[in-house]
Each structure stands twice: as structure tokens, then as C-alpha cells.
């Protein structure tokens, strides 16, 4: 199993990124797919979730409204947009593969909820 997540890099608050995350290796469309990020010196936090057919989403209270999950089965590939970025969002942005056929989210997932990782992509938002 391969998660592979791009997009991250260094914006000024207020700016946009798109992350995406590539898997391979398991059947995709039946896994809830997630994003954490982990600030510096910090724990791994909930970010964002979207259920196995995109009909459930769930979002951490600190990026709601400004961040979107979005997947393609397709593609087999999981987005997070991400917009009026802060500097406390600042962290490595990790996607994650879990709770196959979960029909609808309710609160911030834990990591513990979720058995695939990918190895993480830096976003640094400056003042």
C-alpha cells in the first residue's frame, strides 16, 4: 500500500494550496480517506474525512469553511483545498486510508481510526 501526498509548500496567510494524495495498492473506493497534520513539537491532528463515496464529510472546527475534502475513485486520489491559510496551519499534512464502508462521519476522527499513511507533505504558511 502507497499514499502519496503533493501540493504542500510555502504561501503568505491568507493563500491557497491544493494537496492531493495518490494511493495504490488497496481497493481504494471502499476506504474512508482522512487528512491529519502534525505542527512542530506537536500531536498528530484531525484535519479532514470523506467517506468511501464522497456522500459524508467531516472537518476539524479550525479549518471549517475554509478547507474542502474531495476524492476521485477514479483516480483514486483524495484532495484537500485550502484557503485564507494562517500561520497556525502550518504543519506536515499526512493522508491516511481507514473505516472501509463508513456511510456517514460524526466528529473529529482520531488516528487511531485509520491502518494506511503516507509519508507527509510540509505546508508553511508565513505572516
Known amino acids: 500500500v502507497q499514499l502519496v501526498e503533493s501540493g504542500g509548500g510555502s504561501v503568505q496567510t491568507g493563500g491557497f494550496l491544493r494537496l492531493s494524495c495518490a494511493a495504490s495498492?488497496?481497493?481504494?473506493?471502499?476506504?474512508?480517506m482522512s487528512w491529519f497534520r502534525q505542527p512542530p513539537g506537536k500531536e498528530r491532528d484531525f484535519v479532514a474525512a470523506?467517506?468511501?463515496?464522497?456522500?459524508?464529510?467531516s472537518y476539524a472546527d479550525s479549518v471549517k469553511g475554509r478547507f474542502t475534502i474531495s476524492r476521485n475513485n477514479g483516480a483514486n486520489t483524495v484532495f484537500l483545498q485550502m484557503g485564507s491559510l494562517k500561520p497556525e496551519d502550518t504543519a506536515v499534512y499526512y493522508c491516511?486510508?481507514?473505516?472501509?464502508?463508513?456511510?456517514?462521519?460524526?466528529?473529529?476522527?482520531?488516528?487511531?481510526?485509520?491502518?494506511?499513511w503516507g509519508q507527509g507533505t510540509q505546508v508553511t504558511v508565513s505572516s
Open positions: 491516511a486510508a481507514g473505516r472501509p464502508y463508513m456511510n456517514k462521519l460524526v466528529g473529529d476522527d482520531s488516528p487511531e481510526d485509520y491502518s494506511y
Open positions: 495498492g488497496l481497493p481504494f473506493n471502499v476506504y474512508t
Open positions: 470523506i467517506t468511501w463515496n464522497g456522500g459524508s464529510t
